[in-house]
C-alpha cells in the first residue's frame, strides 16, 4: 500500500473529484483534511488549515500543484479522458504514447497533477 499527500485548495470540491470523477472511496474526513482510497493507494487530501500546511523554518508555505504525480492505472484512456474533458477537468497535455503505454497528465481541482496511465499489452 501507498500513501500520498496532497494539498488542496477546497477539502469538499476535492473530496468530490476524487471520489466521483477517479473511483475513490472516502474512508475518513476530519474537517480540512480527508482520506480517500482506491486499488491500495491512500491519498490524504490536507487544506491550507491543516498543520502540514504551516510555514516550513524558511518561511515557504506548502501549497497545491508541482510535477511530482500519483499515476492510476486504467484501461480506456480515451474514453475517461473524453469523459473528465466533458466534465471540465483540465489538463496539462493531449495523450501520449511511451514504452509503457498512454499516458496524459489530468489535475485536480486544486492543480495537482494526475498521471492517468492506460499500460501497453507488452509492458513487464
Do not use: C
Request: charged letters at 25%; zero cysteines.
Amino acid at each position: 500500500m501507498a500513501t500520498i499527500r496532497y494539498f488542496v485548495n477546497d477539502i469538499e470540491e476535492s473530496i468530490a473529484f476524487y471520489t466521483q470523477k477517479l473511483g475513490f472511496s472516502l474512508e475518513k474526513q476530519f474537517g480540512p483534511f480527508a482520506i480517500v482510497a482506491k486499488d491500495g493507494l491512500t491519498l490524504w487530501l490536507s487544506d491550507s488549515r491543516t498543520s502540514a500546511a504551516r510555514p516550513m523554518l524558511d518561511g515557504s508555505v506548502p501549497e497545491p500543484g508541482g510535477w511530482n504525480r500519483m499515476v492510476i492505472e486504467v484501461e480506456d484512456i480515451a474514453s475517461l479522458v473524453e469523459t473528465l474533458k466533458a466534465e471540465g477537468t483540465h489538463f496539462r497535455n493531449e495523450i501520449i504514447s511511451g514504452v509503457g503505454g498512454l499516458q496524459i497528465l489530468a489535475e485536480d481541482p486544486s492543480g495537482n497533477p494526475i498521471e492517468l496511465n492506460q499500460p501497453a499489452e507488452d509492458r513487464p
